[in-house]
């Protein structure tokens, strides 16, 4: 489901909530009825402050959680430039400038494991992703056709334990969530791929009918996707490539994409955010 800018909505509304969830997280839940009715799991909306105009243009934000009947949606964001330290301080009842929901979603169909691989905030288009998947909530237009996975796994790759955001939640959610510190806060230190490797000798690589689905730092989704190819488990990537207007028209997201016997520039905002990994030119 593919949402280009003449099918997205521009509103400025309220923050509802603001709170932090782990060290230079926030959790920003905004009244949004409309979006909420339209939306679906690894689509995107872009923000910015109307108060000011430094930075003029909005951020790229993935779809974290909502609430159709209460009309709110909820975006998590790392704390780390102009905009998102600006957000950072606003309170409840400050306005925010949306457009969206943006971008292509990810593919729905039937499997037996879906596994979501994760690094630093890459988890936030993963929550409502495995509620739809494990029959826990339906997104979109109704009657929207959705796949269900019998399980679902998070494998969640991060600096240390104090960066780890929303696992109750996913746990919740009825997920089987794996974590990996970089420095050893939890469990011995090792990286994300190792806990994917784990989870695919499992559920028996190849044969297990599972799919990869992946978000994070471009190094660490090129390995999975390497991962991925070397045992023939489907996997797609959800591209965080920084956006200007979000709506394909400056070109400052693209992405190499392969084409027959060659490749070519693909805008991540209306072609992506999420793509096959096999597709994607890694180098």
């Not at 559920?203 to 978000?215: F, I, K, P, T, Y």
Request: a negative charge; one cysteine or more; hydrophobic letters at 45%.
């Amino acid at each position: 489901m593919a949402c280009f800018a003449d099918q997205a909505s521009s509103v400025v509304t309220e923050i509802i909530e603001n709170v932090p969830i782990a060290r230079d997280t926030m959790r920003l839940r905004l009244h949004l009825p409309e979006m909420a009715s339209m939306v679906v799991p690894g689509q995107f909306f872009m923000l910015r402050n109307p108060a000011g105009n430094d930075p003029l243009i909005g951020r790229a934000f993935a779809l974290y959680d909502l609430d159709v009947d209460q009309g709110w949606i909820d975006i998590v964001y790392l704390v780390k430039g102009k905009l998102t330290t600006s957000l950072a301080s606003l309170v409840r009842g400050a306005p925010v400038a949306v457009w969206g929901p943006l971008g292509n979603g990810f593919e729905s169909s039937q499997i037996n494991h879906a596994i979501m691989v994760a690094g630093g905030i890459g988890q936030t288009p993963f929550l409502t992703l495995a509620k739809e998947m494990l029959g826990q909530q339906s997104f979109g237009v109704p009657g929207r056709l959705t796949g269900r996975a019998d399980r679902a796994t998070l494998c969640y790759g991060v600096r240390t334990r104090e960066c780890l955001a929303g696992v109750e939640q996913f746990r919740e959610a009825g997920v089987d969530v794996r974590i990996a510190t970089e420095d050893g806060s939890i469990g011995p230190p090792r990286r994300v791929t190792e806990l994917l490797a784990e989870v695919l000798a499992e559920v028996g690589g190849e044969n297990s009918q599972a799919r990869v689905l992946c978000c994070g730092p471009e190094p660490m989704m090129a390995a999975v996707a390497q991962l991925t190819l070397d045992k023939r488990v489907e996997c797609f990537v959800s591209l965080e490539t920084p956006m200007a207007c979000g709506i394909g028209i400056c070109f400052t997201c693209v992405a190499k994409v392969g084409t027959p016997g060659d490749w070519d520039y693909k805008r991540t905002c209306v072609e992506g955010p999420v793509f096959n990994a096999r597709d994607i030119v890694w180098s």
